[in-house]
């Protein structure tokens, strides 16, 4: 997934996953910013899969291999 870092004008960094609807982070750095936002779509993934929902963006994360 994409993340797109911009500064702001108070010298913060806000980092963004525009795939994912609301998935933003601030940072004092754009490394921090990146880790915080990477966190974020993680927990929201993981709350996809549990409630069961189909999500693109899971498909990203995971590889399937179905054994029979």
């Not at 963004?16 to 990477?38: L, N, R, S």
């Not at 993680?42 to 029979?68: H, N, Y």
């Amino acid at each position: 997934m994409m993340i797109e870092v911009e500064t702001e004008d108070d010298g913060r960094f806000v980092a963004e996953v525009p795939a994912i609807p609301g998935a933003m982070a601030y940072g004092k750095t754009a490394k921090e910013a990146v880790a915080k936002v990477e966190a974020l779509v993680l927990r929201v993934l993981a709350d996809r899969i549990e409630a069961g929902e189909e999500s693109p963006e899971i498909d990203e994360v995971f590889s399937k291999s179905t054994r029979i």
